[in-house]
């Protein structure tokens, strides 16, 4: 079955440390993306990737970082510096960045600083 | 930049009957995407119906349609028949037809939190 998989489910972090969210997807997608999920807000972006090798900042980037070293994974680093990083953060993909298509999300990563 | 405002926290609605949810979005765009999306209690997010803003057809998907009003901004998502699995919280989105880079992003309403009453 085509889709997109994150893991952790859950992941609970010490003060200072860094830990990195996975997201894999096997739809063939070119673009894809992190948001972040607070209660009561909507989705924020942290960060997208238009293809292979290339990702851009998104409205709330500080204190995260990212790779696209292959089209299938997307994988996102939360450092020390992000302030407030318990959150749900959900990754999606779709087709092509410009498209009409819908993107897909992933069951998201439930992150909690202890 | 562009903005969009659920301005319903929460809605109940008896199984079986109808309820409309609504969002307001702002942009200085003329061409853009707006679609709504579910997130049940398992927090998957699954799109529900979409709308492309030149066309002036409500979008529909069996029980679930739209009422686009382009002047107004206005994007409200009509649920008939209502099922108890369809209780979850709704997000209306907003995305831009063309520009590229972060303008394909999807912005977010704070969402609406729907019951469904057996």
């Known amino acids: 079955d085509g889709g997109i998989t994150q893991s952790p489910k859950y992941l609970f972090r010490k003060e200072g440390q860094n830990v990195t969210l996975s997201c894999e997807q096997n739809l063939n997608h070119d673009a894809m993306y992190w948001y972040r999920q607070d209660p009561g807000q909507g989705l924020r972006l942290i960060y997208y990737s238009q293809i292979v090798n290339d990702f851009q900042k998104g409205d709330i980037a500080e204190g995260y970082s990212v790779s696209r070293e292959k089209k299938e994974s997307f994988p996102l680093t939360v450092t020390s510096a992000q302030k407030n990083p318990t959150a749900f953060y959900l990754c999606a993909s779709s087709i092509d960045p410009g498209s009409y298509n819908e993107q897909f999300f992933g069951p998201g990563t439930r992150l909690t600083v202890l | 930049a562009q903005t969009v405002t659920q301005s319903q926290p929460e809605m109940s609605v008896q199984e079986a009957e109808t309820v409309t949810l609504s969002c307001t979005y702002d942009?200085?765009?003329?061409?853009?995407?707006l679609f709504w999306y579910k997130q049940p209690p398992s927090r998957q997010m699954i799109l529900v119906i979409r709308?492309?803003?030149?066309?002036?057809q409500n979008a529909t998907e069996n029980r679930f349609s739209v009422n686009f009003q382009k002047a107004a901004k206005s994007f409200s998502l009509k649920i008939s028949d209502s099922q108890l699995g369809d209780a979850a919280m709704y997000f209306c989105?907003?995305?831009?037809?063309?520009?590229?880079?972060?303008?394909?992003?999807?912005?977010f309403g704070k969402g609406t939190l729907l019951t469904v009453n057996p």
């Open positions: 709308q492309e803003a030149y066309k002036q």
């Open positions: 942009t200085s765009e003329s061409d853009y995407y």
């Open positions: 989105a907003y995305r831009n037809l063309l520009g590229g880079g972060s303008n394909y992003k999807l912005t």
